[in-house]
């Protein structure tokens, strides 16, 4: 059997069936506004039967919060001027333009008792038996107005969230470095988060001994951010690791012997994050400054004369144990500074998907060699800033730049 289509649209128990069965409330209404016809949604969105409706101007049969309260017809309160529904049907009704899925957030009054109720109304022109109808067809989506808002207001208090963890984070970041005569310190970090994965710190060891280490969890956002603040807990120079408080006086630890710590204290499969880490204890009598760096990026000395040297990572990230942590040692000469910095420096990109890049920063530090490192780190932080032309970083942009002066 073949069916034909137009006899189908065209039939009347086809037409009933679409009038009544779909879930959208569907009413014609006049130029007056009153109610012609209406489906069977009617009364599960309002409670009352089709026959109530019928003769009605639209806002009264809806409940409108205003015909109601005032006791005025629709067309007549104080709201019906800006009234979306009344409106939209009307400019239909006179300019035969149809409308869709306009939004609509009313107030109606069912049982006496007042809802907020939330509708994707359409409109179309038609001209039945002669006379100006317009047909309105209202989705109710307060159900989905609802679930979004909840979605909305999650989302306001996770993000406060973020704020809150993100300030207990800058404060665990080095408010005043410890001062020496013998060395000056200087630091810059931007989270690319409220939440980042990187932290740096300075510590006075003992008199003569100075230790830093600047830190790379990945990732980004809490997780990331609580394994920085576990290893912050783990590098206090009094509570932590490194120093050997077993023996009196307390020992200060090796860097290579304090991050062998960090890999038994943080195995990828207890954390499911990795880390790079680089740790330095300079000797302040010497100059000598030992270091163990797990894959963190290459810290750079830079001579008084300009020239630069790369103290290359000794060992791999911290999280997998697979490869045996190094130390490594290098003899610093009174102007020398030395610039530790996370990838989020030198992956800084343009909007022309350039990197900063290792070359542009040996450049920069070999134009700024006698500046200080407050206005070397600054300078190095407004550089990246300046190379990304206004784009938010993709990862933690953190800078630690000192110099050492040799004896007083």
């Not at 810290?299 to 791999?316: H, K, S, Y």
């Amino acid at each position: 059997m073949t069916i034909d289509l137009i006899d189908l649209r065209e039939s009347n128990e086809f037409l009933n069936i679409l009038f009544e069965k779909i879930p959208s409330l569907v009413l014609l209404a006049d130029s007056e506004m009153r109610v012609q016809e209406i489906n069977d949604t009617y009364q599960a969105l309002f409670g009352k039967s089709r026959e109530e409706a019928l003769g009605q101007r639209c806002g009264n049969a809806l409940g409108c919060a205003f015909a109601v309260a005032e006791r005025k017809l629709c067309g007549e309160t104080s709201h019906c001027e800006v009234c979306v529904i009344r409106q939209t049907a009307l400019k239909t009704l006179s300019e035969n333009k149809s409308a869709d899925r306009i939004k609509l957030a009313h107030s109606f009054v069912i049982d006496d008792v007042t809802f907020e109720r939330h509708f994707e109304f359409s409109t179309r022109h038609i001209l039945f038996q002669g006379q100006q109808m317009v047909l309105i067809i209202l989705y109710d989506v307060t159900d989905l107005e609802n679930q979004q808002a909840e979605l909305r207001r999650k989302q306001q208090r996770i993000e406060q969230d973020l704020q809150a963890a993100g300030t207990i984070q800058q404060c665990l970041l080095p408010t005043q470095l410890a001062a020496s005569e013998r060395v000056a310190f200087a630091w810059k970090f931007l989270p690319c988060d409220a939440v980042g994965g990187d932290i740096l710190n300075v510590s006075l060891l003992d008199a003569d001994h100075f230790g830093m280490y600047m830190l790379d969890v990945a990732g980004h956002g809490p997780p990331s951010a609580m394994i920085s603040v576990l290893v912050y807990q783990l590098m206090n120079p009094h509570t932590g690791i490194l120093l050997d408080t077993t023996v009196t006086p307390p020992r200060i630890r090796e860097p290579k012997a304090v991050l062998d710590i960090l890999e038994r204290e943080f195995p990828l499969h207890r954390f499911g994050r990795h880390f790079t880490i680089i740790y330095m204890v300079l000797d302040l009598t010497t100059g000598r400054l030992d270091y163990s760096n797990a894959a963190q990026c290459p810290p750079l000395v830079l001579r008084q004369d300009g020239a630069i040297e790369r103290l290359d990572p000794t060992g791999t990230i911290i999280g997998i144990d697979a490869f045996p942590l190094e130390q490594g040692s290098v003899r610093l000469n009174p102007g020398d500074k030395v610039v530790l910095y996370s990838d989020g420096l030198i992956e800084m990109s343009n909007a022309r998907d350039e990197f900063f890049g290792e070359e542009r920063l040996e450049d920069l530090l070999r134009a700024k060699r006698d500046a200080a490192p407050e206005a070397l780190a600054q300078e190095l932080f407004d550089a990246a800033l300046r190379f990304g032309e206004g784009q938010s970083p993709a990862d933690d942009l953190s800078i630690l730049a000192f110099e050492y002066k040799g004896e007083a």
